[in-house]
Structures are given as structure tokens and as C-alpha cells.
């Protein structure tokens, strides 16, 4: 069974951080571009982050440059998501997604986690 599990998330006050992290099981990662998705009540999927197999291209939606990071450990087969200053707009369920290669759309990618809840309220 492929599988993606994401974990970290929860209730922050604006301000503050979380890490995310999506661990696979039933295969590694080390050959697929991972991508990180977001979907808020009401609203769409959409890209947050993404990144090579091997880590050494990252790519930020404009809303969360400078604020978010992505990570990879291929030996302990886990991305993170590292999220900073985080505002109420983040407010969201994050999923994480691995692709053969990095790409904003859905569609791209072959394998989902199914999701973490990240609330930021005072």
C-alpha cells in the first residue's frame, strides 16, 4: 500500500509557526518531486510549495514566499513544510502530493497524503 501521512498540524495565533511533515510508506521518496497543497473552506486546491527529488529546486506560491520553507530528508523518507508568520488567511487543510516532477496542478501528481488541519486564530 503507497501511502503519505501528513502530520503537524493544528491551532496557532497568528504570529506563530508549524512544521508539517509527510512521511511515505509502502515506497520512498527519493525519486519524486514532492508538492504541498492547500484547501480552505469554500475554496480550491492550490500550490503552496514544491520540490525536486533531489531538494535542489524549491518553488513558493507568492503568498507564502519568504514565510514558508520545504525540506527533504530522503533517509527518513519525510518532507516538511516549514510555516512562519502565519497569518488567518493560512487557515487550511494541507495536503502533501509526490510527482514525477515538481508542478503546481493537481493533476500532476500521483500520490496524496490525506491531509493535516492548520487553523491560525487569536
Known amino acids: 500500500q503507497l501511502q503519505l501521512v501528513e502530520s503537524g498540524g493544528g491551532l496557532v495565533q497568528p504570529g506563530g509557526s508549524l512544521r508539517l511533515s509527510c512521511a511515505a510508506s509502502?515506497?520512498?521518496?527519493?525519486?519524486?518531486?514532492i508538492g504541498w497543497f492547500r484547501q480552505a473552506p469554500g475554496k480550491e486546491r492550490e500550490g503552496v510549495s514544491c520540490?525536486?527529488?533531489?531538494?535542489?529546486?524549491?518553488n513558493y506560491a507568492d503568498s507564502v514566499k519568504g514565510r514558508f520553507t520545504i525540506s527533504r530528508d530522503n533517509a527518513k523518507n519525510t518532507v516538511y513544510l516549514q510555516m512562519n508568520s502565519l497569518k488567518p488567511e493560512d487557515t487550511a487543510v494541507y495536503y502533501c502530493a509526490a510527482g514525477g516532477t515538481t508542478g503546481w496542478a493537481p493533476e500532476e501528481y500521483d500520490y496524496w497524503g490525506q491531509g493535516t488541519q492548520v487553523t491560525v486564530s487569536s
Open positions: 520540490i525536486s527529488s533531489s531538494g535542489g529546486s524549491t
Open positions: 509502502g515506497f520512498t521518496l527519493d525519486y519524486y518531486a
